[in-house]
């Protein structure tokens, strides 16, 4: 799965002479958390956080009164906050790699260029709705885990051991086992609990979580 089947296309963009006023208003109004900033080619340039523009307004505890408020709002633009360079990926950019990045540099957003252009924008949020479909989250079934010997073809041996019991497996992941030289398997199955754990019950896994979910 690639970043441009996921991605959000043509989103909402600013331009550096942007006031931060509206920047945040511009935020709401979209329900977007961050905004990429272009330049009058469309070429990308930075980009702002909903964190850095209320880190950027003045503090509510201030002596200014509202009008002087107003008056230094209007005249900071989005430019002098901005993050740049920015951080980017490609629609060719392999999901799990997004959120490699994501998760290293700490960010919740990453433009997606392709050539000089700007296409879309991939977020956390996204990763959070393919977690939720990768795992199934939205299909009824037996959810079970279950830890295995880290040796070639146990995976093979627990899927065909559904198979054969005439279940459908709705969803699968692995993680590195806690302990050394294992891993932990999640399936999702349509078998009901007592023909999950009977079947694996007899291969060589420990069922740690069974659930109906």
Do not use: C
């Not at 299909?139 to 051991?161: F, I």
């Amino acid at each position: 799965m690639l970043v441009g089947e996921r991605m959000t296309k043509n989103p909402v963009v600013i331009t550096r002479e942007t006031g931060v006023d509206d920047a945040l208003r511009l935020m709401r109004d979209r329900n977007v958390r961050r905004l990429p900033i272009v330049d009058s080619n469309g070429s990308l340039i930075g980009i702002v956080s909903d964190k850095d523009l209320y880190l950027a307004s003045p503090s509510p505890a201030t002596s200014l009164d509202i009008f002087e408020l107003r008056y230094l709002l209007s005249r900071l633009n989005v430019e002098k906050i901005m993050s740049t360079p920015v951080i980017t990926v490609t629609p060719k950019t392999p999901l799990e790699e997004a959120a490699r990045i994501m998760a290293d540099k700490k960010i919740g957003g990453l433009p997606v260029i392709e050539g000089n252009s700007l296409v879309g924008i991939i977020t956390e949020s996204d990763l959070f709705k393919i977690f939720v479909e990768l795992l199934g989250a939205r299909k009824p079934g037996v959810r079970v885990t279950v830890v295995v010997p880290d040796v070639k073809g146990e995976l093979a041996t627990l899927t065909s051991a559904i198979a054969v019991r005439g279940g459908n497996i709705m969803a699968l992941a692995t993680l590195e086992g806690i302990k050394p030289g294992t891993f932990e398997v999640m399936m999702k199955t349509d078998l009901d609990m007592a023909t999950v754990r009977d079947t694996l019950e007899r291969l060589s896994g420990e069922i740690i979580d069974i659930r109906e979910a």
